[in-house]
């Protein structure tokens, strides 16, 4: 995995190789990430200085041609010649802001060598290897330990970096990276999902020009913004082809991530915490730890970095005992009732839940207090009696009866001016002495800097955790961060990473003694979607809009970063609560699928033929969870600009899921072929398309064209056809070698104005199909009664 040989490091995995050395003056000089090399003399490689730059500053008066400026470098500091951004800017105890960091000596362990403050990735001795070099500047006496993991299964090399202090005197970190490697510049894309509430995730490619670019998040979490994972692609690359380099922070709170295209033709990458508002002492001999950065690259495009992203993320990010567990199939009460239940109308939605075959009743905001609406409650836990008056107990063991397990929505990390926590502890809530606090969702932010605040949460969740069976926790979060202080701060640059250290602390120390409760992080949707928050909850909620046009972009792009098994992904009613757009019940679903799967709508809203179809879709997922959850997800570069295709595939190979999915239709439309991916060639199997019902209020006035008698398209005939009559859309099966369906089979025609007929898709607008692979030993069973 790692090798040091006359200067030179050898980072290697299975698939990919990252070299860097020495230099005469004992700085860091990257010389290769990419596909690994065989070659033993890696020098060809490295950055030629034949001549001297007008304007360059000699490192060292006994070589003119050595300018920190015009090497890729594997760290820089400031104030010897190199005028790229650097990755930290520290008060240095002298009190300049140069620092020089040269190697001093490194060691190999096998193992990760973790951080003592911040979650990281895991992995056993035989699984990854750490690299620890020891940098120094020489004047101050200040070290820099540079930590790489590699993880060669997973074509992964995480880094990070620690300062400590060995000087009498206090420096001041005002930013201070993970990582940063200068790459040659080929021509890279910058890709990274930007958003906001609603529509989180949203796919940004810029192009890397000379300058500065910066993915960022100053939200005081890591936001739905930006989030921290980015990618550098080749331009041109494809879902399947194209250099792709993958970068993603362990952090939840404000992170920084830039690129920045030198003079020289070298991009300097970087990430870590965001320095704005950052000041961190450090006293003689204290240790400052940054969070890890996983990086990863892959020559096979988008879909080669996104699975190695996936492998990564289950095997050495996600941990506990929902590790590799199937997610179980919940019903959750926001969309439905929101703050308006009691016992008796979640006892009704559970029992529908189980009919339907769901496994997990989730209560979700309301609970406690007087919490009505969202402008009171939050802070306190005693339980609402008026609403559930036998108690979280009663519920809990009425839901065990009708067949269900118990999970519960907690919002701990905040606090309403109107609750009893705030009455006692104002000093609890997040503000500054003499200004008037700025509140999101009318409520404030409780110090987690204040180990007395972080101790109440602690003792109430644990003791209502600890009430009754609750196998399940939504750790929701829905305010950004304003007025960033606390009385017990010596210096208030520390706050915003206090406060992430703190909530990682409250989390540890919850969760890690109750290993069965299935923990799924939210933020007001997706606004801290990361991999800080998946070393404690193997599952997120992506966003409040359960809309699947919306979902189909933003599961998308998710899955560049992180595996379907860490989204959790809702049926709600339509027209959705945050579009207003009608869509299918069956294309919820099929979008919904690929991912941790739930419902969350009024189920006494829904038609018996809808609850049918439910019952339907959850046997479906539950038939095939493993592999929704675990597959091999695939990501279809799409033929036309309408289509989305995904498809994942079982570990073993013997199943596959493809979802065909359509946004805008175009009338009389080409040809549309279904494409496979990851099957074994040599492997025979069939395919076949999940039935889905077509309901007749679909075809409008144009039901008078099918049916012997004229009826009111929307009228109650129409509807007791639609309750009673089932009608199914076309369904398609072939047979064939792996390599024949996975060169994309031409699909029957999609509906086009004039015929319908049981060889007629009806995609529509939001439409969409899943389609069942499987080898022909366990061939594909008729789902259609
Ligand atoms: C925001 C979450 O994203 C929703 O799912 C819901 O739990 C509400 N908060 C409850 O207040």
């Known amino acids: 995995m790692i090798s040091y040989d006359n200067g030179y490091f050898r980072l290697e995995t299975d698939h990919t190789g990252y070299y860097f050395r020495v230099t005469k003056f004992l700085h860091l000089e990257s010389i290769y990430y990419g596909e690994r090399l065989i070659d033993k003399d890696l020098e060809p490689l490295s950055v030629k200085h034949t001549v001297i730059i007008g304007t360059q500053t000699a490192y060292d008066p006994s070589d003119p041609m050595y300018a920190l400026d015009t090497y890729p470098l594997e760290w820089s500091g400031i104030g010897k010649g190199d005028y790229r951004h650097s990755p930290s800017e520290i008060e240095m105890p002298d009190e300049t802001y140069t620092n020089d960091f040269r190697y001093v000596s490194h060691r190999i362990v096998r193992g990760n060598l973790k951080p003592s403050t911040l979650p990281c990735s895991y992995g056993s001795e035989d699984e990854c290897e750490t690299l620890e070099i020891t940098l120094t500047d020489e004047p101050t006496q200040v070290t820099l330990l ?26 001041v970190i005002r930013k201070l990276m993970s990582m940063m490697i200068d790459l040659p510049n080929r021509d890279y894309q910058f ?36 989030n921290p994972g980015f990618l550098l692609a080749a331009s041109g690359a494809t879902e399947t082809s194209g250099m792709v380099f993958g970068f993603n922070l362990i952090y939840s709170g404000n992170h920084y991530s830039a690129v920045e295209k030198s003079e ?35 020559c096979e495009g988008f879909g080669g970095t996104s699975d190695h992203f996936h492998n990564f993320v289950r095997e050495h990010i996600t941990r506990g005992d929902w590790k590799d567990q199937e997610r179980p199939v919940l019903f959750n009460s926001w969309e439905a009732r929101s703050f308006h239940f009691n016992e008796s109308s979640l006892l009704s939605l559970a029992r529908q839940a189980k009919r339907l ?89 409780l110090d987690l800097t204040n180990p007395d605040v972080r101790e109440y949460i602690i003792s109430h969740v644990s003791d209502v955790l600890d009430s009754c069976d609750i196998s399940y926790v939504k750790w929701d979060m829905n305010r950004n961060m304003s007025d960033m202080y606390s009385p017990t701060l010596y210096r208030q640059g520390t706050f915003g990473h206090r406060y992430i250290l703190g909530l990682y602390e409250v989390l540890t120390r919850i969760f890690v003694p109750r290993p069965k409760i299935l923990l799924e992080t939210c933020a007001s949707g997706g606004n801290r979607f990361d991999l800080g928050m998946l070393c404690f909850s193997p599952q997120i909620w992506v966003s409040d809009n359960t809309d ?32 207003l757009r009608d869509t299918t019940l069956v294309s919820r679903f099929n979008t919904a699928s690929f991912g941790s799967l739930g419902y969350e709508l009024d189920l006494s809203f829904v038609s018996r033929a809808e609850k049918q179809e439910i019952k339907e879709q959850v046997r479906f997922y539950k038939e095939h969870r493993t592999t929704f959850q675990y597959g091999r997800f695939y990501r279809h570069d799409p033929h036309k600009d309408n289509k989305v295709h995904w498809s994942v595939v079982s570990q073993d190979k013997e199943e596959a899921i493809v979802g065909f999915f359509q946004t805008r239709s175009f009338p009389a439309e080409g040809i549309d072929h279904l494409p496979i991916s990851g099957l074994d060639p040599e492997k025979t199997y069939q395919v076949r398309t999940r039935p889905q019902r077509v309901y007749v209020r679909r075809f409008g006035e144009l039901i008078n064209f ?5 009826i009111h398209p929307r009228g109650f005939v129409a509807r007791l056809i639609d309750r009673w009559y089932r009608m199914y859309d076309a369904v398609e099966t072939y047979s064939g070698s792996g390599r024949l369906l996975m060169s994309g089979i031409p699909l029957y025609n999609a509906f086009s104005g004039t015929y319908f007929n049981d060889k007629t898709r009806l995609l529509l607008d939001f439409g969409s199909n899943l389609y069942t692979v499987r080898t022909m030993e366990h061939p594909v069973p008729t789902e259609k009664e």
């Open 548 to 579: 699947p046009a919306e979902r189909l972009d933003m599961q998308g792009n998710l899955s560049l970063l992180y595996p379907l098994s860490s989204m959790g992904a809702h049926v709600s009613s339509a027209p959705h609560q945050q579009t």
């Open 146 to 171: 540079m930590y790489y993991t590699v993880y060669p299964a997973q074509d992964v090399i995480t880094r990070r970096v620690s300062l400590c202090n060995h000087n009498e005197k206090t420096l």
């Open 357 to 445: 075959g769901m496994e997990l009743f989730v209560l979700d905001d309301g609970w406690f207090g007087d919490r009505d609406d969202d402008t009171r409650g939050l802070g306190d836990y005693t339980v609402n009696l008026r609403k559930l008056p036998g108690g979280l107990p009663r519920l809990a063991e009425r839901l065990k009866k009708i067949g269900l397990r118990f999970g519960l929505w907690f919002e701990p990390e905040m606090v309403n001016p109107n609750s009893d926590l705030f009455r006692a502890h104002p000093e609890y809530a997040v503000r500054i002495p003499g200004r008037e606090p700025s509140m999101g969702r009318n409520q404030l932010t």
């Open 706 to 710: 099918l049916l012997p008698v004229r």
């Open 191 to 226: 890709i990274t999902l930007h958003g906001g509430w609603i529509r989180e995730a949203r796919r940004q490619v810029s192009a890397i020009d000379y300058g500065l670019r910066v993915n960022e998040s100053l939200t005081g979490c890591s936001s739905n913004r930006h």
């Open 264 to 298: 020289r033709d070298l991009i300097r990458v970087m990430s870590g915490i965001h320095p704005q508002c950052f000041a961190w002492p450090l006293h003689h001999e204290e240790v400052f730890e940054t969070p890890e950065v996983v990086m990863t690259v892959s």
